[in-house]
């Protein structure tokens, strides 16, 4: 079972009018300019985070309340609906909500149902759930099998982001050896999970550690050694005669990222979220390294459905046309909105044998471009 497709409408830039169709494939590379509405999507997969976690409200009040949420405020936008959609050989399950503006400044959950339907031609099955307004209901225990099934799959969509690799940022700092039951969304517990899996996944682990030397020449391996207290810091050592242990402030901010993104990519099949989304995962990072990252990529993409939000003409090109999705704000009736369209690559066949498609993109043809 994985997420076949997202529809959202008056989410931030996304029109209360016009849903956004966001087809979902193994590899999802969003594109666009800044403003079209990339970070927003990436968002909504955030907030869903929040939901099934039961702190819906907490990421509301902390990302600017509710007016920050619908599109062009509540006097245009009362609601915001989403539908998510989930597809197997067998299964086809769906997952609707509907958040509703609320004074003062609130929004809350005034409808979710899930549906469920086995093999092609059987009726669905639609189950209401009741709402807890504050909190969506899916969050709790469900005994339901379609329900604890979609549960899992949207509770397993994590959102990443290491744009903070300065020298006083978590990522470098040591964190509880325990904290490793999964990578954090700022890999604030690194050093502990790579701890995990060196000690139970050490071909994954050497496949990190791989990687990593191709794009930081001088890394020979990682010193994790749990201090007195339990926490374990990201030492290592270089590939000199030296035995000196390097400390993690004294990995450039490139390299850092990197390492970060290996670690999340290269993660066993055991530990792999269900969707993966990164922002701008290429921040940071040398054109070669953004070359290994796609490959890493890839790799993911065997286990897990990946979808990354960029403007790297370096990483668009190491993907297939197919994996494209232009993102383009358009004005309508006065408004903006973002919309959508994935890339065909039979479409773009005769231009392709002439030109890459960060070319396509430059020249404006496949879009994507401010306007």
Partial sequence: MQLQEVIIKGYKSISSDVPLHLTLKKINVILGANGSGKSNIISFFKMLNYMMSGSLQSFIESHGGSQSFLHYGSKKTQNILASLIFKSSKFHDKYDFTLSYATP???????????????????????????????????????????AVIKKILSNCKVYQFHDSSQTAAIRNSCPKDVDNYLQAEANNLAAFLLRIKNEFPDNYRNIVSYIKLVVPQFQDFILEPNKIGNVMLKWRDNSAS??????????????????LATLLL????????????DEPELGLHPYAITQLAEMIKEASNSAQVIIATQSPYL???????????????????????QLKRLDEKELNEWLDDYTISDLWDKNIIGGRPV
Avoid at 119 to 131: D, M, R
Avoid at 133 to 140: A, D, M, P, T, W
């Fill in 105 to 147: 400044d609130k929004l809350i959950i005034t409808s979710e149902e899930a549906e469920y339907q086995n093999g092609k031609y059987s009726n669905p099955k639609k189950i209401k759930l009741e709402t807890d307004f504050k909190e969506s209901v899916l969050s709790h225990k469900q005994e339901d099998r379609t329900l």
């Fill in 316 to 338: 668009i090109d190491e993907f297939s046309a197919n994996d494209i999705i232009v993102v383009e704000s358009q004005k309508e009736a006065g408004y903006s909105r973002t």
């Fill in 267 to 278: 993660q066993p099949k055991q530990t792999m979220p269900s969707v993966i989304i990164i």
């Fill in 243 to 260: 035995d000196y242990i390097f400390l993690p402030n004294q990995f450039s901010d490139g390299s850092i990222r990197f390492i970060a």
